[in-house]
């Protein structure tokens, strides 16, 4: 792997989410918390062990 390819941006196709914990859009969402019907709760990789854990959509 290449420096270049970790420095680089995400695609554009990604799915981008804003963090629950420090607000920035990360490229790497990582889900914390579904809230039925259809709200899903994402943290940055970062921030993800702040968060308080809850039902995600397979828990639900």
């Known amino acids: 792997m290449m420096l270049e390819s970790l420095l680089a941006d995400a695609p554009p196709d990604c799915l981008r989410a804003p963090c ?16 039925p019907p259809d709200t899903v ?8 062990v702040a968060c308080a854990p809850g039902p995600v959509a397979h828990e639900a």
Do not use: L
């Not at 914990?21 to 809230?35: K, L, N, S, Y």
């Open 20 to 35: 629950c914990v420090c607000g920035r859009d990360t490229a790497a969402p990582v889900e914390v918390r579904h809230i």
């Open 41 to 48: 709760v994402y943290a940055c990789p970062q921030d993800v």
